[in-house]
């Protein structure tokens, strides 16, 4: 099996920043993609950033410019860098692993972490 671990999480201004690690740990032989998600108080969870194995990304406009997300490989470790926060961007962050491969062959099509706190004040 394989466990997602979020750290990071905490209050900030609005302008703020604030660095999302997840870590994922078990019998790993390899992940294709990472992503964070995020979901607010009566809202349904919404994908914010999304990174294949090779280092390509993709983001919802509502982070564009603001948000970096990064991984690392060798570690099976994803990262969301949050810059510029808004009290919008407020919510329980989650870290998903896409397609875990447990050998060569074998894999379980995704895993989620247990979501991590963010709260930005105006």
């Known amino acids: 099996q394989v466990q997602l671990v979020e750290s990071g999480e905490g209050l900030v201004q609005a302008g703020g920043s604030l660095r999302l690690t997840c870590v994922a740990s078990?019998?790993?032989?390899?992940?294709?993609?990472m992503s964070w998600y995020r979901q607010a108080p009566g809202k349904e969870r919404e994908l914010v950033a999304d990174?294949?194995?090779?280092?390509?990304?993709t983001y919802a406009d509502f982070v564009k410019g603001r948000f970096t997300i990064s991984r690392d490989n060798a570690k099976n470790t994803v990262y969301l860098q949050m810059d510029s926060l808004r009290p919008e961007d407020t919510a329980v962050y989650y870290c998903?692993?896409?397609?875990?491969?447990?050998?060569?062959?074998?894999?379980?099509?995704?895993?989620w972490g247990q979501g991590t706190q963010v709260t930005v004040s105006s």
């Open positions: 078990g019998t790993i032989y390899r992940i294709n993609d």
């Open positions: 990174i294949t194995r090779g280092g390509s990304a």
């Open positions: 998903r692993a896409g397609k875990i491969y447990y050998t060569s062959n074998h894999y379980a099509l995704y895993a």
